[in-house]
């Protein structure tokens, strides 16, 4: 048989038959009785069933469509009208044998059989009563089997239970009519017409919309209140289903006309807004398309274009993602794709615009315009990245500007201080609601040109959080080999950075993970010499400073003498904000008495500085006296340049212990007590009585306690201050050195020998005992910076003693 209709809930049992059939759709309790007492057939034809059960009761309409199938009803009708019905196990099965049905079935009356056109037949049945096959005794021309009466269990007439589960059966069956928008509302007559409680069972199992495999199990009950209870559970399954399924409908339509709804408003906002004179969605869309015409893009972000402006199109204007979609065009469309400002060539003017807006800076200098050479002959050359290196105020992020102007290119600067998502550098996800390209993409949109000079200041001092390390996405915006097709999650394709000319600035490559650093060429900007901020004082800050208060070059003016005295006495630093912000007091002293016209003096005297700026507060890094035994003058590194620093010992009575004070790192106190311990080891060699060592405690102090301090460049000083404390002799005058030391008495090479340098020369240092390995950073310092300088170049310890250790006795030296 072909795939059958069966009859729920929603449709009645008869509702099929024509209007003059003499069936009756309700049994009776008169019915049932009649047709419990009917003797059943010891053979019987059997008719299987796909999916459909038919229970003891129901009339049910099947069509047949095997030929089998058509035989067996056409031998029944013209007999006894009397067939048993069984239900398959698998419905695929097209010729069922007796292991193919189920044993329990039900025996059925033929009401009517109907030809059809298409040749099949319809056949109205009525099930009686239920039956078990005790045997099948012939497959052919179609299944027979003898039959065993399947008997039923009824509860007793006072049953209360009973009674409760069929009226409970009776309202879920109501409920479920009333729910269902498919089902009549007279089948609620119905239900509460039916007075047999096992038909009542049997019409609504039968009626309801479940799987054969559950109906089947249902027919197999024997007992009928174990059925009705069964029954009663899955009603109570139905109702559920159909409540949520009104329930998301009733949504669904809701939506739907809320759509319907804004569709409506937004057309007539679109015929005010043409009526008004603005630009409609339509015309904003078309006029994306003649603009997307003008774009020098490839065939990839073409496609990509236009597969997004049709999902615009294709989008309703007042949901949210729209905004995201029109803002993803719209930078699709500002982005200057393969859009390059023409560079200038001319290498002289180039140079001339450098020299002109920074002083010194040669290696800086040097580099860009050796890329310009390179990119004069060869044309397409991949731009440099570069890092700028150095303490603060030495003009790294400024140079970026005068870079751009002598490249004749756009300059974007972005500022990585203390960034911390990995968005900024990459972008949002337009799945995000207030999603934006990162910083990159944002700042080329601004420039309009794909070869801007990009300054990425700051670049040690990014940090990482939860939200990712934007350090490591910095990663493919500064490699040469992958920048080509930098991937911004906001923009979903690639981005050619290759001629993007980066220039990163630092002020400590410590704290940049090593493989960024790797990527980026490194020049070393130290800080400036006295001489040199006196020459940018007086050719850049001063007139700027006299240009931005107001007042004129006749106005004001401070000589070189003047100049350097603001440089030592009130500047401590390797850049020039300090000095700037100086001038800038003088400038606006001289302002204030030209707008309140007081008499003051046009060429500023040493007494007007000290009156303006007060007393000179720098004096604390000056070289200091050698008449005291014990102290000596080091150089350090900071990150504001280089400075000087004192060690200071002294002995008092005790057993040998040392001592260590002025907040000194694990690095510097571990330097001490190899100088303590290489003393102690050559003592006799030194010039030192053991007994001294064994009998004296010693203190080394470093001054400026507040001041953390740390790192091995003191070692050689550490242990000068030590010898000098032990011998009671001074240290040679007006030097000062710098170098780690080990306990075979090896002298090693420490780096900021520049700013280390430029510190002793501000102090008024003559001699610098240095690592003989240190000698090629010196080599490579401009002659400039070491002019009236002494360097000893030194391989072991004893020949810094040698050259630092005087013989002559200190001031009230002790006995020991």
């Known amino acids: 048989m072909s795939k059958q209709r069966i009859l729920n809930i929603d449709s009645l049992s008869l509702n099929e038959l024509d209007t003059d059939a003499d069936l009756i759709p309700l049994m009776t309790p008169e019915d049932e009785e009649e047709m419990n007492n009917e003797e059943l057939p010891a053979t019987l034809p059997i008719l299987p069933l796909r999916n459909m059960v038919l229970f003891p009761g129901v009339v049910i309409p099947i069509t047949a469509g095997r030929d089998k199938s058509i035989r067996l009803i056409n031998d029944a009708n013209a007999e006894g009208k009397v067939i048993g019905v069984v239900a398959q196990k698998d419905e695929r099965v097209e010729e069922p044998g007796a292991g193919d049905v189920h044993t329990v079935g039900t025996v059925a009356r033929i009401l009517r059989v109907l030809k059809m056109p298409d040749g099949n037949t319809t056949v109205i049945i009525q099930g009686k009563k239920r039956f078990e096959i005790a045997e099948v005794v012939?497959?052919?021309?179609?299944?027979?089997?003898?039959?065993?009466?399947?008997?039923?269990?009824?509860?007793?007439?006072?049953?209360?239970?009973?009674?409760?589960?069929?009226?409970?059966?009776?309202?879920?069956?109501?409920?479920?009519?009333?729910?269902?928008?498919?089902?009549?509302?007279?089948?609620?007559?119905?239900?509460?017409?039916i007075e047999s409680d096992s038909f009542l069972v049997n019409f609504v199992s039968s009626n309801m919309n479940l799987p054969v495999t559950d109906k089947q199990n249902l027919l197999a009950v024997s007992n009928l209140k174990d059925r009705a209870l069964e029954t009663l559970r899955f009603m109570n399954l139905e109702l559920q289903k159909l409540e949520l399924k009104n329930d998301i409908q009733s949504k669904v339509r809701f939506?739907?006309?809320?759509?319907?709804?804004?569709?409506?408003?937004?057309?007539?906002?679109?015929?005010?807004?043409?009526?008004?004179?603005?630009?409609?969605?339509?015309?904003?869309?078309?006029?994306?398309?003649?603009?997307?015409?003008?774009?020098?893009?490839?065939?990839?972000?073409?496609?990509?274009?236009?597969?997004?402006?049709?999902?615009?199109?294709?989008?309703?204007?007042?949901?949210a993602e729209y905004a995201i979609q029109r803002n993803y065009i719209e930078l699709l469309l500002d982005l200057p794709w393969n859009e390059y400002s023409k560079d200038n060539f001319d290498l002289k003017r180039a140079d001339k615009i450098l020299h002109r807006d920074h002083y010194g800076l040669d290696d800086v200098k040097k580099r860009i315009i050796e890329y310009l050479a390179v990119l004069k002959l060869r044309k397409d050359m991949k731009s440099p990245i570069l890092c700028l290196y150095g303490p603060p105020g030495v003009g790294k992020?400024?140079?970026?500007?005068?870079?751009?102007?002598?490249?004749?290119?756009?300059?974007?600067?972005?500022?990585?201080?203390?960034?911390?998502?990995?968005?900024?550098?990459?972008?949002?996800?337009?799945?995000?609601?207030?999603?934006?390209?990162?910083?990159?993409?944002?700042?080329?949109?601004?420039?309009?040109?794909?070869?801007?000079?990009?300054?990425?200041?700051?670049?040690?001092?990014?940090?990482?959080?939860?939200?990712?390390?934007?350090?490591?996405?910095?990663?493919?915006?500064?490699?040469?080999?992958?920048?080509?097709e930098f991937y911004d999650n906001f923009l979903e394709m690639g981005f050619d950075l290759s001629k993007v000319m980066f220039i990163a600035t630092s002020n400590n490559m410590a704290t940049i993970q090593p493989a960024l650093r790797d990527r980026m060429e490194v020049i070393n900007m130290t800080g400036y010499t006295i001489e040199e901020k006196v020459e940018i004082a007086r050719k850049h800050l001063l007139p700027k400073q006299i240009t931005e208060h107001g007042i004129t070059l006749k106005d004001v003016t401070i000589g070189k003498k003047q100049l350097e005295k603001i440089v030592t006495g009130y500047t401590r630093e390797s850049g020039v904000r300090g000095l700037e912000k100086q001038l800038a007091k003088v400038v606006r002293n001289v302002a204030k008495s030209i707008a309140m016209e007081e008499e003051y003096n046009v060429k500023v005297t040493d007494e007007d500085i000290i009156k303006i700026l007060g007393a000179p507060k720098m004096e604390r890094d000056k070289y200091e006296t050698n008449e005291v035994a014990g102290v000596v003058t080091g150089l350090a590194w900071t990150s504001v340049g280089g400075d000087i620093l004192f060690i200071e010992s002294l002995l008092s009575k005790g057993k040998g212990n040392l001592t260590m004070t002025g907040n000194l790192g694990t690095v510097m106190k571990e330097s001490a007590t190899i100088a303590l311990e290489y003393i102690k080891a050559n003592a006799e060699d030194i010039g030192i009585s053991p007994e001294v060592i064994n009998n004296y405690n010693v203190h080394i102090h470093v001054p400026e306690g507040a001041t953390p301090k740390d790192g091995p460049s003191a070692g050689i000083a550490m242990l000068t201050s030590l010898v000098s404390s032990f011998t009671q002799k001074r240290v040679k005058k007006n030097l000062a050195m710098t170098g780690e030391i080990t306990l075979r008495g090896r002298v090693l090479p420490v780096g900021g020998i520049k700013e280390k340098i430029l510190a002793a020369k501000r102090a008024g240092i003559k001699e610098i005992i240095l690592c003989e390995e240190n000698r090629r950073d010196i080599e490579e310092i401009k002659q400039d910076y070491l002019e009236g300088v002494t360097f000893h170049y030194v391989r072991y310890m004893h020949e810094v003693l040698e050259n630092a250790i005087t013989d002559q006795k200190a001031k009230n030296a002790k006995t020991l």
């Open 255 to 319: 939506d739907l006309d809320q759509q319907q709804r804004e569709y409506f408003l937004h057309q007539q906002m679109k015929t005010i807004q043409e009526e008004l004179g603005g630009v409609s969605h339509d015309q904003e869309i078309e006029e994306m398309r003649t603009k997307a015409k003008t774009k020098k893009w490839n065939e990839k972000t073409s496609a990509q274009f236009d597969k997004e402006l049709a999902k615009l199109q294709r989008m309703n204007p007042q949901v």
């Open 397 to 484: 992020t400024s140079i970026g500007k005068s870079v751009a102007e002598a490249l004749g290119r756009e300059y974007i600067r972005i500022s990585l201080g203390g960034l911390r998502d990995e968005a900024e550098i990459r972008g949002h996800r337009k799945t995000y609601i207030g999603a934006m390209p990162g910083r990159i993409i944002q700042s080329l949109k601004k420039a309009g040109t794909s070869n801007p000079v990009f300054v990425l200041d700051e670049i040690d001092k990014l940090s990482n959080s939860h939200q990712g390390d934007p350090s490591s996405a910095l990663l493919e915006v500064l490699d040469p080999e992958q920048n080509k």
């Open 138 to 193: 012939s497959d052919q021309p179609y299944l027979k089997a003898t039959i065993r009466e399947f008997s039923e269990q009824r509860p007793d007439e006072g049953d209360g239970e009973f009674t409760t589960i069929i009226d409970s059966i009776k309202e879920l069956a109501i409920q479920i009519i009333k729910e269902s928008p498919n089902i009549p509302t007279e089948a609620t007559f119905a239900i509460k017409n």
